[in-house]
């Protein structure tokens, strides 16, 4: 694995955008992984500042996201869609039709789940999976738990997971419960891993990440088997490595 620690988060945000383009400039089709929440925005500014600067040409590019939640409208100002929709889609020249996310509204989340896994796959696999953290570990929304989930599925949140995003919602009581995630098998099927972290709260879990044992109670751990992983820190959430 490499590990590239940053100043600040508008310099991984820079770094990972750079990755990123260079990707879509070696592969113009190539199918992104994408992830929502705050640490990957200064990365999709620079995509877009990139994209109007005519250095990157996103109008054959594919995306996956990695999740969704469960039972929100996929129009809710918090939903995942909106969120890839208001931060970057909406921004760059990339066909909306190429662009997906998992239905969190399938009446069949188990159909619904294996069925992304296989456009993944008939879209020939990911070339770039973009990955935040939780402060417990989590990749996607891959929770803390006893086995590594291979495939796209349903989860629950675990509820430290539901106390960080209920900064996005009214109270606590209106943020999901549920989501659909990219499994961990999913996510190691990418050719390519960025992982971005950003600020002191994620520093514990970088430390677990990369000297821990791999371990289901973080899911992340699994990430040092990954044959091209790369995580791009800013210092603080290197503090404790
Ligand atoms: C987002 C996702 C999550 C976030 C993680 C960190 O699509 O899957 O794993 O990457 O919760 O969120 P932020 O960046 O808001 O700290």
Redesign the pocket.
């Given at each position: 694995m490499q590990i590239h620690v940053f100043e600040n988060a508008a310099q991984v945000g820079q770094a990972a955008a750079t990755l990123i383009a260079a990707q879509v400039l070696s592969k113009p089709n190539a199918v992104l992984g994408?992830?929502?929440?705050?640490?990957?925005?200064p990365a999709y500014q620079e995509l877009i500042r990139l994209c109007k600067a005519g250095v990157v040409d996103f109008s054959q590019v594919r995306s996956y996201?990695?999740?969704e939640y469960c039972n929100i409208p996929e129009d809710h100002e918090q939903s995942?869609r909106t969120?890839m929709n208001v931060n970057l889609f909406n921004h760059i020249n990339i066909d909306i039709a190429n662009t997906h996310v998992p239905n969190g509204n399938a009446a069949d989340a188990e159909a619904e789940s294996a069925a992304y896994d296989a456009a993944i796959a008939a879209a020939g696999g990911i070339d770039v999976q973009v990955?935040?953290?939780?402060?417990n570990g989590?990749?996607?929304?891959?929770e803390p738990g006893d086995s590594f989930i291979y495939g796209c599925h349903q989860v629950t949140l675990a509820q430290s997971?539901i106390e960080?995003?209920r900064r996005f919602f009214e109270s606590e009581a209106d943020v999901p419960r549920q989501a659909i995630?990219l499994g961990i098998g999913s996510i190691m099927n990418a050719r390519k891993v960025l992982l971005?972290?950003?600020?002191a709260?994620?520093a514990q879990a970088i430390r677990d990440s990369v000297h821990g044992d791999i371990n289901p109670q973080v899911q992340a751990s699994i990430l040092r088997n990954h044959p091209d992983v790369i995580f791009l820190l800013d210092k603080a959430a290197a503090g404790l490595l």
């Open positions: 994408l992830a929502t929440g705050s640490t990957p925005i996201n990695l999740d995942y969120f990955l935040g953290i939780g402060r989590h990749i996607g929304f891959n997971t960080a995003n995630s971005l972290a950003t600020g709260d994620k």
